[in-house]
């Protein structure tokens, strides 16, 4: 599979470069937060149509080199929209495709292979509701067992039938994984649960013994509190503008 070659805003349907820049600036945040991988895990997008094309990362170039024009814009069968001059991740376009073709909602996907992330989807116990962040994440957290690398079309279905209507998942043995109705909603889940993660791993130094239990109920209390919607709500209108200004005030190569 291969990329598309450089192209200009003007050629582009309606609303295909606005999501070529959220998602550039996603792959920007996460080397800017060290979650990258060197070239691999993947962040995609929906692009506005009917087609369910997407886009998603040159395999061959670094997270913080990603700008809105080279992102690859491929179709549901992995095959590049346009002129092909770059590979793609086999494994982006099965984890990807899956959830994009099965979700309506889906109209951005993130990935990674972060150590807290995979140290947590290696732990039996799963995410522990211990902290606060955690609390906010786990309710909308599923869990899908490790099957190798994400080469087989066949696995999809049972990706998408592991997430079902949660917008957050575990791959275990694995990584994280969000889905959001934006990217600037999925890119807040996966801070949330990579925050979570990196807590969970900090606390166990602890032992498991030795952590405080939250007091009955607290649990479900913060599920009511932050209902998907109302973190896409956050997201949307608060986090996500503060982010893109923080990316303008570093490097705002990322828009091209």
Same mark, same amino acid.
């Not at 070529?20 to 996603?26: N, S, Y």
């Not at 087609?51 to 061959?60: K, R, S």
């Not at 929209?81 to 376009?93: E, K, L, M, Q, Y």
């Given at each position: 599979m291969a990329s598309v070659a450089t192209i200009e805003p003007a050629t582009m349907a309606p609303g295909e470069w606005e999501a070529?820049? #959220? @998602?550039?600036?996603?792959y920007r945040l996460v080397a800017l937060y060290g979650w990258d991988d060197l070239i691999f895990t993947h962040l995609?997008?929906?692009?506005?149509?009917?087609?369910?094309?997407?886009? $998603?990362?040159?395999?061959?170039?670094? /997270? #913080?080199e990603i700008t809105a024009s080279s992102l690859v814009k491929i179709d549901v069968d992995g095959?590049?929209?346009?002129?092909?001059?770059?590979?793609?991740?086999?494994?982006? /376009?099965t984890i990807h495709s899956a959830i994009h073709m099965a979700r309506e909602d889906a109209q951005a996907v993130m990935h990674l292979h972060t150590p807290h992330g995979q140290a947590v989807s290696a732990m039996a116990c799963g995410l522990l509701p211990h902290t606060q962040t955690a609390m906010i994440a786990?309710?909308?957290?599923?869990?899908?067992?490790?099957?190798? $690398?994400?080469?087989? @079309? #066949? #696995?999809?279905?049972?990706l998408v039938a592991d997430l079902g209507a949660r917008h957050a998942m575990i791959l275990r043995n694995h990584g994280t994984l969000t889905v959001g109705d934006s990217v600037a909603a999925c890119f807040l889940r996966l801070y949330f649960l990579e925050r979570a993660c990196e807590a969970q791993v900090l606390m166990l130094a602890a032992g498991e013994h030795g952590l405080n239990t939250p007091p009955q109920g607290v649990e479900d209390k913060v599920a009511r509190q932050s209902p998907p919607g109302g973190i896409a709500m956050l997201a949307r209108g608060l986090a996500w503008p503060a982010l893109l200004r923080k990316l303008d005030r570093i490097d705002r190569s990322y828009r091209d």
């Open positions: 070529r820049v #959220e @998602l550039a600036a996603a995609s997008a929906r692009v506005p149509g009917p087609e369910h094309h997407f886009l $998603i990362n040159p395999y061959d170039m670094m /997270f #913080e095959q590049p929209v346009g002129p092909a001059t770059h590979p793609v991740n086999p494994a982006g /376009f786990a309710h909308d957290v599923a869990y899908h067992d490790y099957e190798g $690398i994400a080469t087989d @079309l #066949e #696995e999809r279905e049972r």
